[in-house]
């Protein structure tokens, strides 16, 4: 048995940037193309208006200022509504690899390796820009990795789960190193044209390098131990899917084929649920929560993680003790924790313990107990 441990990690961030204002200026845009165009029924009581969002709303209910998104043309034109990506050819990489390549890449500088040091590749994420071939292969190709590579979903908790079934096989030495990739393009699969959510996600990418403890060439974070617990609710759900050109016609721009929630619901029953799952990971570690310097918490929302980190420590968390990263990047789903985790973790010292946790559609729960080392 070897003991695993996380040597590099890294962030592509999208160059695009949409603020609150720049959305809220699109949305409401739309909505009085969407009440002109349809005044006649709204006026009958045939049909509901469209009400505007607002930028207040936006802050108060999430935390979140701004995103990071692939393309912001589409998404801020108000006959549009959505990112617009240029159709690549099948000889080109795909838009989802070469982000995952560019994280991949910042990983493993960081940890000194290149690609010949890595065994495998999991392209862990919410959404997957085709069936087939795996991303994770095409990724593995672009690299040059020897080995093998496999794609994974588990929505925003993809990262830790993949982080699990990493550092699992390095545990068993099945292979020597692992690299976790975290491609989100949530903009593509999210509508822009539903006030109650078109605020919440953003792009990115993220990748961990999972390796022997003794392998690393710096500081490394050991992974202790990990958590992986889901349990079904349709609160979080998407409709689409292979079977789509089977159904009626016309369906291809049903509502449901986009990203759907009961957010408050989500926001009720999920809060237990992690909080259980954090203290339960803990209590089997035989590690005090006074015991831990960092939480690095999925970001879908500033007052959840609040409260998340209140009830893990039983006081106030410091700003530094649980640091977010939703105030820019937004809701980036699995790549969330990572994002918070590869920007704050630097300044720890030997010794030092902290958690990741990601949680949301499934529902799902993944946490990472991790030991500052080097
Ligand atoms: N502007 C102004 N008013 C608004 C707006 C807006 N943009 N949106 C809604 N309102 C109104 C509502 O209509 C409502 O009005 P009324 O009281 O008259 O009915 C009022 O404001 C309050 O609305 P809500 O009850 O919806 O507001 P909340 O305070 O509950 O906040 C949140 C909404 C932010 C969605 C909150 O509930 C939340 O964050 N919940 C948790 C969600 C969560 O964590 N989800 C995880 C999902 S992510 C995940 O699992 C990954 C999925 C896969 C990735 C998908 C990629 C796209």
Same mark, same amino acid.
């Given at each position: 048995m070897h003991i695993p441990a996380i040597t590099g990690s890294g962030v592509f961030t999208p160059e695009n940037v949409i603020t609150n204002a720049e959305l809220v200026t699109a949305f409401n845009g739309y909505a009085d193309l969407y009440n002109a165009e349809n005044a006649q029924a709204i006026a009958a009581g045939k049909m509901a208006a469209k009400e505007y969002s607002s930028e207040d709303f936006i802050v108060k209910a999430s935390g979140i200022y701004q995103r990071f998104v692939m393309d912001k043309s589409g998404v801020l034109d108000p006959t549009v509504m959505h990112p617009l990506l240029r159709q690549r050819s099948d000889e080109e990489p795909s838009v989802m690899a070469e982000m995952g390549v560019s994280a991949a890449n910042k990983a493993l500088d960081m940890a000194g390796?290149?690609? =010949? %040091?890595?065994g495998l590749v999991i392209c862990a994420?919410?959404?997957?820009?085709?069936?087939?071939?795996a991303l994770a292969i095409e990724i593995q190709e672009l690299l040059g990795v020897e080995g093998f590579a496999f794609d994974m979903n588990v929505a925003c908790s993809s990262a830790t789960f993949g982080i699990q079934a990493a550092a699992d096989m390095v545990r068993s030495g099945s292979v020597k190193s692992a690299l976790v990739i975290n491609p989100e393009i949530c903009s593509a699969h999210l509508?822009?044209?539903d006030r109650d959510c078109h605020f919440i996600f953003g792009d990115v990418a993220t990748a961990t390098l999972i390796e022997r403890?003794?392998?690393?060439?710096g500081p490394s974070f050991e992974i202790r131990s990990t958590r992986c617990a889901t349990q079904f609710s349709n609160n979080i759900r998407n409709?689409?899917?292979?079977?789509r050109r089977s159904r009626?016609?016309?369906?291809?721009?049903? =509502? %449901?084929?986009q990203f759907m929630q009961n957010g408050r619901k989500v926001f009720k029953e999920v809060l237990p649920l992690v909080s259980a799952h954090m203290a339960a990971h803990l209590g089997d570690a035989g590690v005090?929560?006074?015991?831990?310097?960092r939480l690095w918490l999925h970001q879908a929302n500033k007052t959840m993680n609040d409260f998340i980190g209140r009830k893990v420590l039983g006081r106030t968390p410091a700003p530094e003790e649980q640091p977010n990263i939703l105030q820019d990047y937004a809701n980036t789903s699995s790549a969330g924790s990572i994002i918070a985790f590869s920007k704050h973790s630097s300044d720890m010292v030997p010794g030092d313990l902290g958690i990741i946790c990601s949680f949301g559609a499934g529902y799902s729960v993944g946490s990472v107990l991790v030991e500052r080392h080097g």
């Open positions: 390796k290149t690609a =010949r %040091d890595v994420a919410s959404n997957m820009e085709r069936a087939y071939p509508e822009w044209r403890r003794e392998a690393a060439k409709n689409n899917g292979y079977l009626p016609a016309g369906m291809a721009d049903r =509502r %449901d084929m005090q929560s006074g015991d831990l310097k």
